[in-house]
């Protein structure tokens, strides 16, 4: 399951979010501190790991 940085825009906490592709495409997501839903998705760098060997 992907996982997503997001910032509250209430409290100031960054959150490591995990979530399916549908539930990030409604742009709805809870703050896990406050439960504030004031929430910016921070861009950030990733890895994709693959099984396959080049």
């Known amino acids: 399951m992907p996982m997503y940085d997001y910032k509250c825009l209430d409290c100031g906490k ?20 406050c439960g504030s839903k004031k929430m910016e998705q921070l861009i950030t760098s990733f890895i994709a790991r693959t099984t396959k060997k080049s």
Do not use: D, F, Q, W
């Open 14 to 33: 960054e959150s490591l979010v995990a979530m399916t592709l549908k539930e990030h495409e409604s742009g709805i997501v809870t703050c896990p501190a």
